[in-house]
């Protein structure tokens, strides 16, 4: 397509953006002959293409300097840092109770959480009787030694709202926040075919878990199925990376971390039918097919089902030596 014809001129420029108050950020557009269109009328088709081409160099939330004042932490164990200047400052509190307060908060950030909500999520079944008052004692010390304390930017308050509390992040740091977002970027990459990125992108993701989700924090009802519910997540980004590296032909490398992860999750099947895969495609036909009989008599013994439909399939094609299982390894090898 010519000039005439719509096709916006050549050129290269910077695109600035500024991604917070701390810093800008710079990405640059470049077209193929380096002309310059300072003065062509098509200029402003070429600023909205090359404002787009840029996107994928944005970096995502996690990716932005640390400018946060407080930053919280549920991907293990309960965590409040100060870091002001870097320093990294604990701010947990001490006293049990005020950590699950603070915990329970958090588990639904930006939402009320009810005052029975709490007060059941603390002390059970069986709450004194001035609870209620024992609670506002808590929200009160929270308040003024935790948030009060960690400067005037005001990243973290929690708002007394109706019948409940909210704690209201803006700004502040929050690693669930963090590997959702990392997350959704990771799929976004798959679906564009940007395969080795995304794989990245989970890997870093995974690397914010320092533990078992609100480890030590997880006997009442709500953070029980919080916890539940975030573990569930890191499974979930495990499975995904693991087809990611599979898709990239790195079958021989996943294979010491499949045997463990199918040691650990003993009844999840996604990782037995990688595992399967990983071994036929690094021409282990005879352990692949052990792997899945190990799945079956567990299935059978602990809960007498068969394994799920795409594991016999793919029990079959390994059987068989299906030439579509290295059809895949050959694209790999091509591309």
Known sequence: MTEQEGEFPPHKIDIHVRMSRDRPFRATFTNPDGKHCDNNRNFPMFIHRATNACKDQLPTPSEEPRGFRVRFEVLGPLSVLDCANGAGRSLLPSASKKRILLASLLSRVNEVVSTESLIAEIWGDQPPAKARGALHVY???????????????????????????????????????????????????????????????????????????????????????????????????????????????????????????????????????????????????????????????????????????????????????DPALDRHMADVAAS
């Open 139 to 321: 929200m009160a010390q929270l308040r003024n030694g935790l948030f009060e304390n960690v400067g005037g930017d005001r990243q973290a308050t929690i708002i007394t709202d109706g019948p409940g509390y909210l704690l209201r992040l803006e700004g502040a740091g929050f690693d669930q926040h963090e590997f959702e977002s990392l997350m959704g970027r990771a799929r976004s990459l798959q679906d564009r075919g940007q395969l080795a990125d995304a794989a990245d992108t989970v890997r870093r993701a995974l690397d914010l878990w320092r533990g078992p989700a609100l480890a030590g924090l997880t006997d009442g009802t709500m953070l029980g199925v919080f916890a539940t519910c975030l573990d569930e997540e890191y499974v979930a980004a495990l499975e995904l990376r693991l087809e990611i590296d599979l898709l990239l032909g790195r079958h021989r490398s996943v294979i010491a971390e499949l045997i463990r992860l199918v040691h650990d999750y003993p009844l999840r099947e996604t990782f037995y039918r990688q595992l399967m895969l990983a071994f036929y495609r690094s021409e282990r036909q005879a352990d692949a097919l052990n792997c899945f009989v190990q799945l079956r008599t567990r299935l059978r013994e602990e809960l007498g089902v068969e394994p799920c439909r795409p594991i016999q399939q793919l029990h079959q094609a390994v059987l068989s030596a």
